[in-house]
């Protein structure tokens, strides 16, 4: 199959049985069906019009049978053009036929491929050159046994048969390319959609590394410079603080080996590990408590009844809102409030204005940062259908503040 052929959705074998303009729309070349039919109806055509040259030949003078034959054979040549100028062949076929009875039958094949291709006022034009044809006709060669009124009726009986015929095949094969085209658009749509969730899976998979990673790393880094600050401290001070760099290394290894299982098809596991919710929040705070950052926590309200996804974000905003004060606000005090506000879940992370003095694992300046985390907070707060604020207030504490509605 042909890279034209697979676009439209036609094996080569099918394109062959198709009228030229249904198998590819691009590619205006006939196809077999095309050559057979066009064979057939020549021979058609001119088998019709041999039988009325036969009917009338005793009007026939030699001199006009030679004239009628050669217009016939004209018309049945022009019959070739027919696809491309369905009207201006079906006119001049039409008129062909109104001196010519081996032209009628052309003239007929003419009409019902005007019927398929051309536009209204091309077809009204046919019909007219037709009718106008056949009532010629029939007043150039009249026939002794038929009266001219009857003679013309049965002109335009068969022209009327034909032309429905020919709006017959019209119709079908609007319906053929309206539902390719709706087919071709469906499974666009559906690739779309496809490429959207394979990128939405991406944004959550990179919030969720940095949420998870970057809360870890920080807390590595407060910890390796707590041991670079003070080098003189204690052998027990130290054995416990490498005891927690190596815990935080193990847990965030594990964080991001569950991540990357996302990633993997055919994963063993098969289901994503469980998520944090708004209680492990005391957890979180009693880690970064264990970095020696100074944190007050607050919970209010009945936080059983937070439902978990709003909990699974509440837990992420003070993730973001712990790690960014390590990162920026090394050994201020935090104050963390999380409480149930009617049909609200209200979550504030605040840094106090920075201290004078030095805070373990400030030695090698603030941690990088370059913003992301809060833009994918945002966006996880919106997808919620909260609210998120942040930046200084008037004291100059940095505020991060959210609220998310309990019925999102």
């Known amino acids: 199959m042909s890279a034209g052929d697979q676009e439209a959705g036609v094996a080569t074998w099918q394109r062959r049985l198709l009228p030229g303009e249904l198998g590819r729309p691009d590619d ?30 005793d009007d026939h003078g030699a001199g006009l049978v030679a004239v009628d034959v050669a217009l016939g054979v004209v018309a049945g040549l022009l019959l070739w053009w027919r696809r491309p100028h369905p009207t201006g062949v079906g006119i001049a076929v039409g008129a062909l036929s109104a001196v010519s009875g081996l032209a009628v039958g052309p003239a007929l094949v003419a009409l019902f491929n005007a019927a398929i291709r051309s536009s209204r006022r091309g077809l009204a034009a046919v019909l007219a050159a037709q009718a106008g044809a056949s009532v010629a006709y029939a007043l150039v060669y009249p026939d002794a ?20 015929w020919g709006l017959f095949i019209r119709a079908r094969r609007e319906l053929v390319r309206s539902l390719r085209e709706r087919a071709a658009r469906l499974e666009a749509e559906q690739r779309l959609r496809v490429e ?38 204690p052998p027990e001070e130290i054995a416990q603080a490498a005891g927690v760099i190596r815990e935080t290394a193990r847990a965030a290894l594990e964080e991001l ?17 469980p998520q944090p919710t708004l209680a492990d929040v005391p957890a979180l705070v009693e880690e970064g408590r264990a970095a020696g950052a100074r944190i007050d926590l607050e919970l ?43 049909p609200q879940l209200a979550v504030s992370v605040v840094n106090r204005a920075p201290v004078a003095v030095a805070a373990p694992g400030a030695a090698g300046g603030p941690l990088p940062g370059a913003g992301a985390g809060l833009i994918g907070l945002r966006e996880r707060v919106e997808l919620a259908g909260g609210r998120l604020s942040h930046g200084p207030d008037a004291a100059g504490d940095f505020v991060l503040e959210a609220t998310l509605p309990l019925s999102a």
Request: net charge positive.
């Open 196 to 233: 959207q969730a394979r990128e939405a899976e991406r944004r959550r998979i990179a919030r969720e590394m940095h949420d998870v990673l970057a809360h870890r790393v920080s807390l590595l880094s407060v910890h390796a410079g707590a041991l670079e600050f003070r080098p003189d401290a």
């Open 145 to 164: 046994q038929d009266p001219l009124a009857l003679s013309v009726a049965i002109g335009l009986l068969v022209t009327a048969v034909v032309v429905g």
């Open 28 to 57: 205006r070349r006939r196809s077999a069906r095309d050559w057979a039919v066009d064979a057939c109806a020549l021979l058609l055509a001119w088998l019709i019009g041999a039988g009325i040259l036969f009917d009338a030949w």
């Open 300 to 342: 209010a309200g009945d936080l059983d009844a937070v439902p978990a996804a709003i909990g699974r974000a509440a837990y992420r905003i003070v993730q973001e809102g712990l790690t960014n004060a390590r990162k920026h606000a090394p050994g201020a005090a935090v104050r963390v409030r999380v409480a149930v506000a009617g």
């Open 257 to 273: 080996r569950a991540i990357v299982g996302v990633l993997r098809e055919g994963d063993e596991a098969g289901t994503e590990p």
